[in-house]
C-alpha cells in the first residue's frame, strides 16, 4: 500500500535519487497541469505530462520524418542519412566538403612595375590570375619640335618657361605656369579682345603706328561736367630745340599752338574769324555792320555784287564789334550792292 501526501514535499533543493515515474497502462483519470506519468504499455513506452488540456510526450510531437531531397530513410522510425553533393565549385568527399581547385597558382600578384590581371567568374571564383607590365615611357609632344619620350622613375619632366616671358613654380605637387612680373614679348603680339592698360605710362618705343580710329579720344577718364584740364598733342623735339604742341585750353574755349613750350597762340576759325555781308539800299550813304568778332583788329574790303570790282569806302572801327561804312553823296549803292568782307587779325 503506497503513502499518499495531502499537501507538498519540499526537498530543499536535494536530490530525488533512484526514484521511478509512475507506470501505467493508460493515462490517469482527472489529471491536474504539470502531472507526468511513464505510458507502459507496449509500442508507446515514453513518458507524458499535463499541459492542462492534454496530456504531451515528453519527447515532442514528432512522429516521422519525410525524406526530401538529399535525404534518405526517415518514416515512423529508422536513421536519416543527408547526402551532400557537390555543385559548381564544390567538392563532397567522404569526410568534408572543399571548393574546387581552379588551377590559379597561390601567390601575390601585382607589383610597383606591374598591375595585377584577375579573370572571376560567376561563382565569384578567380579562375585566372596574372599581370601587365605598367607602361614606362610617357610621349610629350607641344605645338613645335618633335615628340619626346619620357622614362617614368628615371627621367624627369621639367616645364620650363621663355626668359622675360613665361616663369614656372612647383610646389605642393603642382606646377604653376605664368608671367613673369615685367614680361617682354619677343615677338609680335596680337590682341583679339579689348586691350586696358591700367598703369599710368604707355610707352610706345615704334617707328610707326597705324591706328583704325579715325578718332583719338584723350582724357577719357573724365566723367564730370566742368573740365579744367587742357588736352592735345605735343612733339619731342630733343634737347636742342623746344617741343612745339598743339592744344585744347579749357580756360579760354580755343584752340592753341606753340613753337617754342611756352607762347601759346589761339588758332581761330574761319567762322570765328570772318564776317560776310551785302549793303545798300538805294538811298543811305552810311550803314552800320555788325560783326561780333570781338576786336577792332580786322580787316574790311568792299566789292561791287554786280561788276565784282573792289570799291572803296571809309570805314570806322567803331566797336570791337561793330564797323561803320560811309559812302559819298553821289556814290549811293543800290540794293545789296557792295558785299563787305571782315576778317579778324590776331
Known amino acids: 500500500m503506497a503513502l499518499s501526501y495531502l499537501t507538498d514535499i519540499n526537498l530543499n533543493k536535494n536530490e530525488l535519487q533512484n526514484a521511478v515515474i ?39 510531437d514528432i512522429s516521422e520524418v519525410i525524406a526530401g531531397d538529399g535525404l534518405t530513410g526517415g518514416g515512423g522510425s529508422g536513421s536519416v542519412t543527408l547526402n551532400v553533393v557537390g555543385g559548381t565549385g564544390i567538392t563532397a568527399n567522404a569526410n568534408d566538403i572543399a571548393i574546387t581547385n581552379t588551377g590559379v597558382t597561390a601567390a601575390s600578384y601585382g607589383s610597383s612595375t606591374a598591375i595585377p590581371v584577375i579573370t572571376v567568374n560567376a561563382q565569384g571564383q578567380i579562375t585566372a590570375a596574372s599581370t601587365a607590365a605598367i607602361s614606362t615611357d610617357l610621349t610629350i609632344a607641344a605645338d613645335s619640335g618633335s615628340d619626346d619620350t619620357v622614362t617614368l622613375g628615371t627621367d624627369t619632366l621639367t616645364f620650363a618657361g621663355t626668359a622675360n616671358e613665361i616663369e614656372t613654380t612647383v610646389t605642393n605637387n603642382q606646377i604653376q605656369i605664368g608671367l613673369v612680373d615685367n614680361p617682354t614679348v619677343s615677338g609680335n603680339l596680337i590682341v583679339s579682345g579689348n586691350l586696358t592698360v591700367s598703369g599710368t605710362t604707355t610707352t610706345v618705343n615704334t617707328e610707326t603706328i597705324n591706328l583704325a580710329d579715325n578718332i583719338i579720344t584723350l582724357n577719357s577718364n573724365y566723367a564730370g561736367s566742368s573740365p579744367s584740364e587742357n588736352g592735345g598733342i605735343e612733339i619731342e623735339r630733343g634737347t636742342a630745340d623746344d617741343n612745339v604742341a598743339l592744344r585744347w585750353n579749357e580756360t579760354s574755349d580755343t584752340w592753341e599752338l606753340t613753337k617754342n613750350g611756352t607762347d601759346y597762340y589761339e588758332i581761330q576759325t574761319v567762322g570765328e574769324s570772318t564776317y560776310a555781308t551785302s549793303i545798300g539800299n538805294g538811298t543811305d550813304t552810311s550803314y552800320t555792320v555788325t560783326h561780333n568778332l570781338g576786336s577792332q583788329d580786322v580787316i574790311v574790303q568792299l566789292y561791287d555784287n554786280s561788276s565784282l570790282d573792289t570799291v572803296y569806302a571809309d570805314v570806322v572801327r567803331t566797336s570791337t564789334s561793330v564797323v561803320t561804312i560811309d559812302f559819298s553823296s553821289n556814290s549811293i549803292p543800290s540794293t545789296n550792292d557792295i558785299r563787305v568782307l571782315i576778317t579778324k587779325i590776331g
Open 22 to 60: 509512475q507506470n501505467l497502462g493508460a493515462a490517469p483519470g482527472t489529471p491536474v497541469e504539470g502531472q507526468i506519468y511513464y505510458d507502459s504499455t507496449a509500442g508507446d513506452k515514453q513518458l507524458y505530462f499535463y499541459n492542462g488540456s492534454a496530456w504531451i510526450p515528453v519527447s515532442g
